[in-house]
């Protein structure tokens, strides 16, 4: 017998002020999976993240759009998919460019390129973007440390 996953989907304004709703969402679901503070935390993070990039750099020129965000929530992980058909970006070259910020850094001086995506990979156990059709980040936060090991690359692209 195969196990299926419970799927929510939900579909909000692109605007900054519906972020929180998928923020609650996700913080929701991932309660009820049984995710501990601290990882409910960092998934609540990515997700507004996540959001907040489709609202600022996806629909920035194009005024109104939708965000589709799905969370599969199965036994041993939840995975969470936030799309937009606005502006898509280089994924391999942000990602390459990705760093911790240099703590003797003005803050005055740091430039706001790649930080969300910076903070998604860093808070969650898997992280894939694919730029073919608007933009998708797929983020996998995993129930336990142990499924961490199976995952050989932590971000991917798919252009």
Do not use: W
Request: overall charge negative; hydrophobic content about 40%.
């Amino acid at each position: 017998m195969t196990e299926t996953n419970d799927v929510i989907r939900l579909t909000i304004p692109a605007k900054p002020e519906f972020v929180s709703i998928a923020r609650l969402a996700s913080s929701g679901a991932a309660s009820r999976m049984g995710y501990s503070f601290d990882a409910i935390e960092d998934i609540k993070v990515a997700v507004s993240e996540a959001c907040t990039n489709a609202v600022s750099h996806g629909y920035k020129q194009m005024g109104n759009g939708q965000i589709g965000i799905v969370m599969e929530c199965g036994s041993g992980a939840m995975t969470i998919t936030v799309t937009h058909n606005g502006e898509s970006f280089d994924a391999s070259r942000v990602l390459q460019e990705l760093k911790p910020l240099d703590p003797s850094t003005d803050l005055d001086e740091v430039s706001e390129g790649g930080l969300g995506l910076f903070l998604i990979n860093a808070l969650m156990d898997h992280v894939t973007i694919s730029t073919e059709y608007g933009v998708a980040v797929q983020m996998i936060k995993f129930l336990n440390r142990d499924g961490v090991g199976h995952i050989v690359d932590k971000v991917s692209t798919t252009e």
